[in-house]
């Protein structure tokens, strides 16, 4: 904790000075039409971290076991700090990282489980792509900075809890650094930290991951989830800009706002809250990685399995998310490539199933002996695997659980994985007690393998729309405001609309104004009923409303009224989306109270 501590004051205390330094140097970001700040900020705060880290790294006394990292790390602070200033060409930044890369395997810093062969490329790909990974993620005002110290803290815990002590100071130092500049860049940021500082935590955190579970992780499986569990964050956000960017024909390294904090503040959420989002993702991944130190490794992979899946289901739905303006500009074959994925998603659905089955088949297995598998029911499990994935799937294709559609998933998909699920125990139940006769294998296990296969499946089919439901219910940073006049069938129809993230239509809806009295006070589908429709001119005033949407049919004797009453004072009510109305483009309605 000492090193932490260091760090923390040393970064803290350097970090104004660094502000001041950058304001009379001229270092400062101005706004820019594909960056995310407003106004003019100090750069090169990485300086502070530097200084607040390798001062903790040195003040451990013991210089032959800093060194090592120490020096390829200063090497990438340099050449970040060469890159804020100049504006390196990226694969000139590309060498200089493989080159500290390479002085760093020199050290011994590699994946030492894996034969050579393997483990200096791996080791290669690991720590450039880490490197990278953070570079890409400090995009917003403190976004970066919190990520990389809850993944240095879930790193130096799980150090501890495996007798790694050796490299704990050296994690904590980083964690520390991190805590004490986000003093200053959490939002709104007064200094950003720039190429320096993201290359700089982003090389030292895939040096430490390889160090730290190299010397304490028990088996190779968990020397490799470690890192990417800790590192989950990044991981994730490089995938999902580099796949967008390369399907729409732009360079990955090309900036812009199309990162997973740009998609998430577009579907609504705040800055604040978006950054605070993936601090929690951030730290459940990293509570992933301490549960291996107290979890058999078979229990570490269905949790992961499960936190892979929901990771992946939003990614998936950030990723069809319009961010991108102009037309894509993508080779041929990368858009031929673009659309077979588009189009053959059914494949990626089994590959997520063949997942999710020995996951449920372990984890209720797992429940049914408390967490730890006596040995010849683990082997009998182990055995029985490729017979419950195959059963499962074959379950799933005879009921047609492969032909729905994900963005339009509802109650009929839900219960065509459920029946397919239970085809499929159905299926196992016959081919496992025909070969085995059930020995070592639990019957009451197999029930719960049901249950959880069924909640999986049934969850990565409707994730999509869960996810869809969960962020139309947030108001959109711009948009228009909408009342809804009628509460009638229509009505579930049109919120669907009108709320979709997705839609070229979002609005936010203020409410429902509705004549009948027994709905007042209550919602639909979330959107509350806020009084009769004679409210309308004074709801327009107080709560700046845009336009005016029918909820009812426009035949109906209530339709008809409403209309009617809007025409005796003059304000539009549209009949429909088809056709965009006027004020979505923002104009609001002038009440007509007059």
């Not at 739905?317 to 993508?330: H, M, N, Q």
């Not at 109650?411 to 125990?425: C, E, P, Q, V």
Request: hydrophobic share 50%; net charge positive.
């Amino acid at each position: 904790m000492y090193s932490f501590l260091i760090s923390f004051l040393v970064t803290a205390l350097t970090t104004p000075l660094v502000i001041v330094l950058a304001h009379r140097l001229g270092w400062v970001a101005k706004p820019r039409a594909d960056r995310w700040h407003t106004k003019p900020t100090a750069l090169m705060g990485g300086i502070a971290i530097f200084i607040g880290t390798v001062t903790a790294w040195l003040a451990g006394g013991d210089l032959q076991a800093v060194l090592p990292l120490a020096i390829p790390a200063a090497g990438i602070f340099l050449l970040g700090a060469v890159d804020d200033r100049l504006t390196l060409k990226p694969h000139l930044k590309l060498i200089g990282q493989i080159a500290a890369t390479a002085a760093l395997m020199v050290s011994g810093f590699r994946f030492e489980a894996l034969p050579p062969y393997l483990a200096l490329p791996l080791t290669l790909i690991w720590v450039v792509g880490i490197t990278n990974a953070v570079n890409l993620l400090d995009n917003m005002d403190g976004l970066a900075a919190g990520v990389c110290g809850i993944s240095a803290l879930a790193m130096a815990g799980y150090c501890l809890m495996e007798s790694g002590a050796a490299t704990v100071p050296a994690v904590f130092a980083l964690a520390g650094a991190c805590a004490g500049f986000l003093i200053y860049n959490f939002n709104p940021a007064k200094i950003f930290m720039g190429d320096c500082g993201s290359m700089f935590l982003g090389f030292s955190l895939a040096a430490l991951a390889v160090q730290g579970t190299q010397r304490t992780a028990p088996n190779l499986m968990l020397s490799m989830l470690v890192p990417v569990a800790v590192l989950a964050i990044p991981i994730f956000d490089t995938t999902l800009v580099s796949v967008a960017r390369t399907l729409h024909g732009r360079s990955i390294s090309q900036g812009g706002r199309d990162h997973s904090s740009h998609r998430l503040v577009a579907l609504g959420l705040s800055e604040r809250s978006t950054v605070l989002a993936l601090y929690t993702l951030t730290a459940i991944f990293g509570g992933l990685a301490l549960a291996t130190t107290r979890m058999p490794l078979s229990g570490v992979l269905v949790v992961g399995a499960v936190a892979f899946m929901a990771l992946m289901n939003l990614g998936l739905y950030l990723g069809f998310l319009k961010v991108y303006t102009e037309p894509s500009d993508a080779p041929a074959h990368v858009r031929l490539i673009g659309g077979m994925v588009q189009h053959k998603k059914q494949l990626l659905q089994v590959g997520i199933d063949l997942m999710l089955a020995p996951a449920a088949f372990v984890g209720a297995h797992l429940l049914r002996f408390e967490g730890r598998f006596p040995p010849e029911h683990a082997e009998a499990v182990l055995a029985a695997l490729p017979f419950v994935v195959v059963t499962k799937l074959v379950g799933l294709a005879v009921c047609k659980a492969y032909r729905g559609v994900w963005r339009y998933a509802g109650l009929a998909d839900a219960i065509t994985a459920t029946a397919g699920s239970m085809l499929g125990s159905i299926f196992t139940l016959v081919v496992l007690g025909t070969l085995t006769g059930f020995h070592h294998l639990s019957r009451a296990a197999l029930f719960v393998d049901w249950l959880m296969f069924t909640m999986l499946v049934v969850a990565s089919r409707t994730g999509y729309v869960m996810l869809r439901e969960v962020f139309g219910l947030l108001p959109p940073q711009h948009g228009p405001r909408v009342v809804i006049l009628g509460a009638g069938v229509e009505v579930i129809t049109l919120l669907h609309r009108l709320r979709d993230p997705l839609s070229p239509q979002r609005a936010y809806v203020v409410g429902i104004l509705d004549n009948d009295r027994g709905k007042r006070g209550r919602t639909l589908n979330g959107a509350p009923v806020l009084g009769p429709v004679s409210d309308l001119p004074a709801l327009i005033d107080s709560q700046e409303i845009t336009f005016c949407v029918l909820g009812v049919s426009p035949l109906s004797e209530s339709g008809r009224r409403i209309l009617e009453y809007c025409e005796e004072l003059n304000i539009t009510v549209h009949r429909d989306l088809d056709t965009p109305p006027l004020a979505m483009t923002g104009e609001r309605l002038v009440p007509a109270t007059a």
